[in-house]
Structure formats: structure tokens, C-alpha cells
């Protein structure tokens, strides 16, 4: 049994009694009694049933369409890379689905090739393939996976190299190098210090580690008084392009590679960032409607509200604050999107945190409640956070399992809910893994080593590594 909070080298506990007072999710004592065992067995048999439907019918291709049966691309028109299998591969290994992994490593291997003229998403492009590529290599020791990755993230450093601030352009010509649209956020421009620091410690190269925090330095340096920075900046000038401070879309996954890096590479400074990036957040974007607490964006110098809306995404910032030691604001935090389950049966991609309605009818798959809930049931053993990704794992089967895998939903508001026709790579690499981590008594990771990227990809953790 893990001790709590042994596994984070947590902060103090800060601002519990405010947050407490609030309330927070029901007692322990309230959860459910539940079989994890049999539910883990159930995640790994609906995964597993989901790849064979891949291999089947979208076998190298991007993304699977489950409904139609068809594939399409993501980051190049017409021509894949093999997304979903990418970042299925640490999947396949936790869950010890060996001969799988093997046909995906294999197929990297011998089809996988990153001299295209065109241009991918630099971003994208490192969370779900530079990390994936690492998690595998980190998971399997095939040297080949290694070079691949390092191959592909050369090609992403001409985007930081194009900028005099050192601000990776949003898209990148991955033969050439050319690069356009400089108007970016900080999450296309900090989301690279974990993926480039694990590469730099394996190929013994800091090249990469110093080019990911250099640019999250220069946005650093532009935080208002409050301690806030607008979401947007430009990579030719540096500038701030836009006066909202936002902790989901445009921003989020910036603030958790603080916290990464510390938790990763022992970055003292990393770490003093994300705890002081982390307050000014609570003070200052932190708001009550009807007692549950939300976070939506405001002017980064007054403070002020300048809009009312909260994303899917923003969930995230629970499990963030967990690992931060802010575990009563984080349950809090999580407590708005449990309503939003309790409610919605699958949380909406956006509402307005005025009135809590749905801002529309879509949504596409997100792991970011389950991410959350893995977070503070790590921190704390806590079981009512099972029971929460146990109800979000049911509710995501009975709406989105099509015919040949899992899909998006078109709209959340029929009865039964109108399905979509995409699996989003992340859900290969996301909440399925979530849930397998929290049910299972997973034997290839130590739960109290584990690190996960922003794409679950596991960076440091693996039994033995």
C-alpha cells in the first residue's frame, strides 16, 4: 500500500481550511465497495478489442473512424504517421499485451519515415510522437525507437531556432525546416521540457532541455504584478498578443511541464515557477458560482473576468494542484466537473460556469476528469476517486462504443447520445491508460515513480527502469 502523498515530494498543504469549508466530494465511507480487479480486466479487454478493430481496418493509419470503418489523417493532409499507434504503444505495454507492441514496434520500424515536405504541428507533433516514441524506447530498450525520436525532434528544433526569442513557431516543414503562423499560446510554445528533457538525459544532450525552458522563461518574464501571463504570444516579436489569463484552452498543458520538470529532472527553479504560477492562479482566477469553483479566464493585470466560460480541459488543474500538495482546492476543483458527470452523464466540452449549461453539443472523447482523478488518488488513496473514473470509464462505454472502437459524440444532449465518427489519438494513450493504472495492480510501473506527460505518455516509472 502507498503511503500517502509519499509518492510527490508534495509542498506544505496550503489553503485547506478555506477550500474545505466549501466542501468538497462525499466521505470516504460513502464509496462504494467495487471489484477493481474485474474492472481492469474489462479496460484491457475493451482496449484490446478496440486495437484489433485498428489493426483491421486503419493498421498505420493516424486516426480510426469507428462508426464508418474508415481512417484519416491528422498532421499531414494524405499522408499518416501513424498517430493512434504511437501513442497506443506504452498502452500496450502496462497492460501486457506483448504481441501487440511487438507489431507496433515492428511497424515503426519499417514504416515510419519523417522526411515529409510538409508541415506538422510542432506542438502535436512532440506530445504525441516524440513522446510516445521515448515512452516506448523507455519501455522496451529498442534503440531504434530512440533514434526515431531524436531523428523527429531535430526536425521541431528548427522551429525554436527560426525565433530570435527562442519561441517555437506553431508549424514546421519537417524536411526543410521552414516555418510558419508565429501568433501562438503559451501551451504550443512551453509543452516540450519533459519529451526534449528525457531525450537530452538518453542522448546526453541538453540542447534540447535548455531550448523547452528557455522559451517557457520568456513567457515567464512577462507575468503581469498579480503573476499572471496572457495566454497568447507572438514568436518574431516576444510579445504578449492578448490581455487573458487562462488556465485551460491556450495555456494548460505550459503549467504542468513546471511542475514536470521539477518532478523529472530535480529543476529547482522549474519548481519555484509552478508554485508561484499555481498561487497566483488560486488568488486571482479562482471564482464561486453557487459554491463550486471554477477558474475562468481574466484580464492578466486587473484580475477582472473577462469571460464565463470553463472547458472539458481544464480539469486537468486538479491533478495538478494534487501533485502541488493543494489537495483540498484540487478535490474542490474536481468536485465542479463531478456535478458535470452527475448531471451531463459526459461532461461537455464547455459550459458557462454561471449557469452551468453546455455551451454546445459536442465533445470529443476527453481523458482530462480521469487524468484529475488518477492525480489525487495517487497523492492520497483515496477511493473516491476510483469510484469517480469507475463511473466516468462506464459512462464513456455505454455512449461512445461504436462499431469498430470508440468515437466522439456529435451531440450530448439526445437520448441515446448522437455519436460522432472519430477515436482521437489521445484516447489510445489517455484515459485508457488512466484507468488502467487505477484499477489494475498494473506489474510494469511503479505507481510511486510514475510520471506521466500531458499525453500519458509514461516518462519515468517502468519496473526495472
Known amino acids: 500500500m502507498r503511503q500517502t502523498l509519499s509518492r510527490r515530494s508534495a509542498l506544505a498543504l496550503t489553503g485547506g481550511s478555506a477550500f474545505a469549508a466549501i466542501g468538497g466530494l462525499p466521505a470516504r465511507a460513502q464509496v462504494p465497495s467495487e471489484g477493481w480487479s474485474a474492472l481492469a480486466a474489462d479496460v484491457k479487454a475493451e482496449f484490446k478489442w478496440a486495437w484489433d478493430h485498428y489493426v483491421d481496418r486503419a493498421w498505420g493509419r493516424d486516426e480510426i473512424n469507428p462508426v ?19 501513442e497506443a504503444l506504452d498502452t500496450l505495454w502496462l497492460m501486457e499485451l506483448d504481441e501487440e507492441f511487438q507489431a507496433g514496434v515492428d511497424w515503426v520500424k519499417a514504416n515510419l519515415d519523417f522526411d515529409v515536405d510538409a508541415f506538422a504541428q510542432t506542438f502535436e507533433t512532440n506530445i504525441r510522437l516524440v513522446g510516445g516514441l521515448l515512452s516506448a524506447h523507455l519501455a522496451s530498450g529498442d534503440p531504434v525507437l530512440l533514434a526515431k525520436a531524436k531523428d523527429l525532434a531535430d526536425r521541431l528544433m528548427k522551429a525554436f531556432e527560426a525565433s530570435p526569442h527562442g519561441l517555437p513557431y506553431r508549424y514546421v516543414n519537417l524536411r526543410t525546416g521552414a516555418v510558419r503562423d508565429p501568433e501562438t499560446n503559451l501551451a504550443e510554445i512551453g509543452t516540450y521540457a519533459a519529451e526534449f528533457g528525457v531525450l537530452g538525459q538518453l542522448t546526453s544532450d ?9 522559451a517557457m522563461k520568456h513567457a515567464l518574464d512577462r507575468r503581469s504584478d498579480l503573476g499572471l501571463m496572457a495566454a497568447n504570444i507572438h514568436a518574431e516579436t516576444g510579445a504578449l498578443t492578448s490581455r487573458n489569463a487562462s488556465i485551460d484552452v491556450y495555456a494548460d498543458s505550459f503549467y504542468e511541464y513546471l511542475w514536470d520538470s521539477w518532478e523529472l529532472f530535480g529543476d529547482a527553479e522549474m519548481k519555484g515557477w509552478a508554485e508561484e504560477c499555481l498561487g497566483a492562479i488560486s488568488r486571482h482566477q479562482g471564482r464561486r458560482y453557487d459554491l463550486r469553483l471554477w477558474y475562468p479566464m481574466v484580464d492578466y493585470e486587473t484580475g477582472e473576468v473577462t469571460g464565463t466560460s470553463q ?6 488543474l486538479s491533478g495538478l494542484l494534487a501533485q502541488a500538495g493543494r489537495i ?13 458527470q452527475d448531471t451531463f452523464t459526459i461532461i461537455p466540452e464547455s459550459i458557462d460556469v454561471r449557469t452551468r449549461q453546455p455551451r454546445g453539443v459536442r465533445t470529443g472523447l476527453r481523458p482530462e476528469f480521469a487524468d484529475a482523478c488518477l492525480h489525487l488518488w495517487l497523492m492520497t488513496d483515496d477511493d473516491r476517486y476510483r469510484a469517480l473514473t469507475a463511473t466516468h470509464y462506464r459512462n464513456m462505454k455505454a455512449t461512445s462504443k461504436a462499431a469498430y472502437g470508440y468515437t466522439s459524440l456529435a451531440d450530448i444532449t439526445t437520448r441515446p447520445m448522437t455519436q460522432g465518427d472519430n477515436c482521437p489519438g489521445y484516447w489510445w494513450s489517455e484515459q485508457m491508460k488512466y484507468y488502467w493504472l487505477m484499477f489494475a495492480e498494473p506489474r510494469r510501473v511503479d505507481l510511486d515513480r510514475l510520471v506521466l506527460s500531458t499525453e500519458a505518455n509514461v516518462l519515468r516509472g517502468f519496473a526495472g527502469a
Open 328 to 340: 483540498d482546492e484540487a478535490d474542490l476543483f474536481l468536485t465542479s466537473y463531478a456535478e458535470l
Open 68 to 86: 464508418s470503418g474508415t481512417s484519416q489523417s491528422f498532421f499531414i493532409a494524405g499522408h499518416d504517421l501513424g498517430l493512434s499507434l504511437v
Open 206 to 214: 541538453d540542447r534540447y532541455y535548455a531550448a523547452a525552458k528557455r
Open 311 to 316: 472547458t472539458v480541459l481544464g480539469g486537468y
